[in-house]
C-alpha cells in the first residue's frame, strides 16, 4: 500500500507539468492530444518490443482497452481547450471536479450505493469551481470545458480501475493509446472543421515538448497510475489529483506570472477543494489504519 501511495504521488507530480504543455505547444487542444497519444503509443511499442514484455491479447480484448483510451483522448482535448480559452490555472483546477463525478458515476457505473462522504467532500470541491466560475466570467467558456473533461476524466479512472485487475500495466498502457489515437484519428477532421489549427505538422520546438510530454508525463505517469490502482480505489485516485493544481499552478505562477489575472475568488475556491482532499486523506487513513502522505 506505501509504494502505491509513493507512486500515485509521482504520477500527480508528473501531472503538474501536462498544463504548463497547453501554452507551450502551439498546436490546438484537438492535434496536442492526437500527437500524445501516437507518440506515447510508439514509445511504448518500442519498449515492449525490445523488452518481450507485451502481453498477447484478444482482438475483443484489444477493443475493450483502446476504447478506454478514447475515453482518456477526448479528456485531453477538453483538457487543452480548457486552458486554451482560460489559462494553465483555471484549466487544472477543473480537473479537480473529477473527485464529484467519480463519486457520482462510479457507483452507478459499479451498481454500488452512493457514498454520502465521498459526495459530501466532493461537493466541496464543487463549491470551489462555483466560487471560480461565478467571479472570473472572463474564464467561463474555459471553465465549461474543464467541467466537461473533469467528466472524461472520472470515466477513464472509473474503468481503468477495472482493467489493473485483468491485464499488465504495459498492456493497458500501449492498448490505450493505439485506441486513443485511432478514435482520435477518425474525429479529428469533423474537429479541425469547428476548429480549425494553423498548421497540422509540429515545428522542431512543438515536438521537442511534445516527446516530453509523451515520455515522462503519459507513459511514465499512467504505469504509475495504474499500479497504484491495483491497491488504491478510483476514488482515492481521483481525489488525490486533486493535488495537480497545487503544482501546476505554482510552475503557471513562477513561468508565465498568471497570479497576475487570477481573483480572491480563485484563491477562495481553490481553497476549498483543498480542504476537501485534506479531509479525504483523514478519512482513508482512519478507515485504513496506515499513514497517507499529502
Known amino acids: 500500500m506505501k509504494k502505491s501511495y509513493i507512486q500515485l504521488h509521482i504520477a500527480v507530480l508528473l501531472a503538474g507539468f501536462t498544463g504548463l504543455f497547453g501554452r507551450l505547444i502551439n498546436l490546438n487542444e484537438g492535434l496536442i492530444s492526437w500527437y500524445r497519444l501516437l507518440i506515447s503509443g510508439l514509445v511504448m511499442w518500442i519498449y515492449l518490443s525490445f523488452t518481450g514484455k507485451q502481453q498477447k491479447l484478444l482482438l475483443k480484448e484489444r477493443i475493450k482497452i483502446g476504447s478506454i483510451g478514447f475515453i482518456l483522448g477526448i479528456h485531453w482535448i477538453f483538457f487543452y481547450g480548457s486552458i486554451k480559452y482560460s489559462n494553465i490555472s483555471v484549466g487544472v483546477v477543473c480537473f479537480a471536479l473529477t473527485s464529484f463525478f467519480n463519486a457520482i458515476l462510479a457507483p452507478l457505473i459499479n451498481k454500488k450505493r452512493l457514498s454520502v462522504q465521498e459526495i459530501g467532500l466532493s461537493s466541496l470541491t464543487l463549491c470551489g469551481i462555483a466560487l471560480i466560475f461565478g467571479m472570473d466570467a472572463s474564464f467561463r467558456i474555459g471553465i465549461v470545458l474543464g467541467i466537461i473533461s473533469a467528466i472524461f476524466s ?11 485487475q485483468e491485464y499488465e500495466s504495459n498492456t493497458i498502457i500501449l492498448n490505450q493509446m493505439i485506441g486513443g489515437g485511432l478514435g482520435l484519428t477518425f474525429i479529428l477532421p469533423v474537429f479541425l472543421l469547428f476548429s480549425p489549427a494553423e498548421y497540422l505538422i509540429p515545428t ?27 491497491k488504491i480505489s478510483s476514488f482515492t485516485v481521483s481525489l488525490t489529483y486533486n493535488l495537480e493544481p497545487l503544482y501546476t499552478i505554482a510552475l503557471a505562477i513562477v513561468v508565465y506570472k498568471e497570479n497576475r489575472v487570477l481573483s480572491t475568488g480563485f484563491y477562495i475556491g481553490l481553497s476549498l477543494i ?4 485534506m479531509l479525504q486523506m483523514y478519512r482513508v487513513k482512519a478507515k485504513s489504519g496506515g499513514l497517507i502522505l499529502p
Do not use: H
Request: aromatic share 14%; with cysteine.
Open 154 to 164: 472520472a470515466l477513464y479512472t472509473i474503468f481503468n480501475e477495472r482493467l489493473v
Open 204 to 230: 522542431i520546438n512543438d515536438l521537442g515538448w511534445l516527446l516530453i510530454l509523451s515520455i515522462f508525463c503519459t507513459v511514465l505517469m499512467y504505469f504509475l497510475i495504474t499500479s497504484a490502482l491495483k
Open 274 to 277: 483543498l480542504i476537501s482532499l
